[in-house]
């Protein structure tokens, strides 16, 4: 409570240097009709965070102090490579992780599981298909897979066919992992259709789109060096 206090302090002489009524009204007439979230120091010294919710999610753009200019892109921090911008936009659309219906995922479970990771994924994805072979250097770890077939919808049959398979995970794993057509027959209830209405309800444009236990997302495949790295963050919970 008390670091929240002086953090605030901290940043209200910056906020004060910033014309924020200004700033909405400018960047509110370039945004299409979206309205503006919040507006805070950007890490970068002189430059401001505008934040507004779009098709993805919450997005943001950088100002000024007066909206004389307005920069959309990332900001990197050249001492430790970190891109700045795409570690805030993963906390900005965090989601609750245990509010997932993981009763509407394939789950693959290697080893004791222990590393957790929700995925959004097609089988028929090549970015898809890439991040499985990521996932196979990883042991003690469970994947809940929501089948999302939005790159060949036409062949949403086959991800029903997954569902209605005798062993899911083996299932899945051969389609998205080495192209066999499953053999099942698909006319079991399922749930691909649900699984369509959940990711456009949370903005999932691309696949894959990864969710971690501590609610942050991804989208794309990032290397295996990295996804240690998120897979290994604590919980939510933990981090505050």
Do not use: H
Not at 133 to 147: E, N
Not at 151 to 158: C, D, H, K, V
Not at 174 to 179: E, F
Not at 188 to 214: H, M, Q, W, Y
């Amino acid at each position: 409570m008390l670091q929240a206090v002086i953090t605030a302090l901290l940043l209200f002489p910056a906020l004060a240097l910033a014309d924020e009524a200004q700033i909405r009204r400018v960047i509110e007439a370039k945004l299409n009709g979206a309205k503006i979230e919040g507006i805070q120091p950007a890490p970068m010294p002189g430059l401001y965070e505008v934040r507004y919710r779009g098709p993805n999610g919450v997005q943001v753009v950088y100002t000024d102090a007066n909206a004389s200019y307005v920069m959309s892109g990332k900001i990197y921090e050249t001492r430790t490579d970190r891109d700045l911008t795409e570690e805030r936009l993963r906390k900005l659309n965090a989601i609750r992780f245990d509010s997932l219906p993981f009763e509407q995922a394939v789950k693959v479970q290697r080893g004791s599981g222990k590393r957790i990771l929700a995925m959004f994924s097609d089988p028929y994805c090549p970015a898809c298909k890439q991040f499985e072979q990521t996932l196979q250097q990883f042991d003690d770890i469970t994947i809940y897979v929501f089948m999302y077939p939005v790159i060949r919808p036409e062949l949403s049959e086959q991800s029903k066919a997954v569902w209605c398979s005798p062993d899911r995970s083996k299932a899945w794993l051969d389609v998205a992992l080495r192209g066999n057509r499953p053999t099942a027959s698909s006319a079991c209830e399922n749930p691909v259709d649900k699984n369509l209405a959940l990711g456009r309800g949370l903005g999932v444009n691309s696949t894959p789109t990864l969710i971690f236990i501590n609610g942050e997302r991804v989208a794309g495949g990032p290397t295996a060096a990295d996804l240690r790295d998120l897979l290994d963050q604590p919980p939510a919970a933990a981090q505050r």
